[in-house]
């Protein structure tokens, strides 16, 4: 694992003035809403289909039997998971290379476009084949393109925010993911509601579709307003090319020299991620179809979408206090507390999912979701400080997309399969379990990287008086009086 020193500096007691990155709070507070509004794009779109997935397979897939057109469906849309690895094995190396600005201004109107095909697209009574075709390749560019964003974002916010304040700026992005999460879910409800059912699976279901342009055009606006992260523009500094690291070079430190930091972020992402996708994907299912198919109470789906809206609506208001918390107290306690709650609190919540009623199950889903909302306020900040700037976003881009692919994104799927094989409906409990576990060994093995410097960065502070005092402590006596 990477040191997380300010190695750029060439040392403590050679630290000037020039050595330490400055940042403008008016930039640093775009750099934030252009980072997050990637994330509400992604999420919108996860949210808008995992809600309309009846309608979806009734719409293209009415060529098949209802149950196979709801397989059909659901396989559709987890093809978006399957190439995210790739779009992160493509992006993440190009990031590094080109610049963050660039590739992100690419990922953001791409999975727009993915999206709002969806809404485009003729149904299956009125082109046959090519319907499902077309909703397949709307997919693959949604799920490639993201990819490539994620880490990308996390790279670009860490970047810009000062070291002290990396942990709150970080968090924003996860409040992007939840507010497009729940502004999907929440648009889906209300058009539901206020549609019959005839308009809604006419024309109504194409409206949340067509919304994501419109949200990616203003996230493009937003990036290409801004510059290269000082980070970057540093390193490229030091290029006599100009150029950032090229690709074979960026492959090879990652999975030789990084090996360790790429296994570290990839079980905090599984603990994060089995947590994520565990409420936002499977409980819907869980609860209103796997507890009454095993005779248990479970509840409807207007309940349970309604409950889960509530749920992400108070994780909005914590996640940017926790990431303000983890800059004064550490990332580790925060991280470990959200492990801690996964191993002893996990099959207790489920328990209470099992019980039935209106309380018990809202406890049940709240315990899941703040026990999420642990590693969402504090990943962003804690995963790109395992990476030096010349590999930071392929690095974070590989690792991330990976093991989400292989851990997250497969969660719902696996729950289902396993609690159909052995008729234990406790598996939800069980798996999180030992996400918590894997979460923990990795969050005791890093180093915090509260309030230091991104590895291989320069100090980064919000003001130049802040510049100053950390130039005089790095030296033991006052400051000389440097200018930049």
Known sequence: MSDAGGAEAGGADRLTIGDVTVTDEAVVKRAVKAAAIGNITEWYDFGVYSYLTAIISRVFFSGLPSGLALVATLATFAVSFLVRPFGGLFFGPLGDRV???????????????????????????????????????GRLVQGFSTGGEYGGAMTFIAEYAPDKRRGFLGSW?????????????????????VLTDAQMLSWGWRIPFLIALPIGLVGLYLRLRLEETPAFER???????????????EFRLIFT?????????????????????MLTSYMPTYLTDTLPGHAEEGTTRTVSDLMQIAVLVILLVLVTFLGRLSDRVGRRPVLMAGCAALVVLSIP????????GLGPTFLGLLIMGLTLVCFSSTCPSTLPALFPTEIRYGGLSIAFNIFVSAFGGTTATVMGALVLATGDLNWPGYYLVAAGVIGAVSALLIRDPARQPLAGSSPSVSTLAEARELVARARGGPELGETP
């Open 257 to 277: 020299k990084h090996w360790r930091s790429l296994l570290l972020v990839g079980g905090l992402v599984i603990a994060w991620n089995v947590t994520n996708y």
């Open 235 to 249: 390193l490229l500094a030091k290029s006599p090319q100009q150029k950032g690291t090229p690709t074979r070079d």
């Open 173 to 193: 992005l996860e409040f992007g993911t939840l507010t497009g999460y729940t502004f999907g879910a929440v648009l889906v409800t209300v058009l539901t509601t």
């Open 99 to 137: 610049g963050r600005t660039k590739v992100l201004s690419v990922t953001v109107i791409m999975m727009a476009l993915g999206t709002t095909l969806l809404g485009v697209i003729p149904s299956y009574a009125a082109i046959g084949v090519a319907a499902p075709l077309l909703v397949l390749f």
């Open 349 to 356: 919540a489920v328990l209470l999912l099992r019980a039935g």
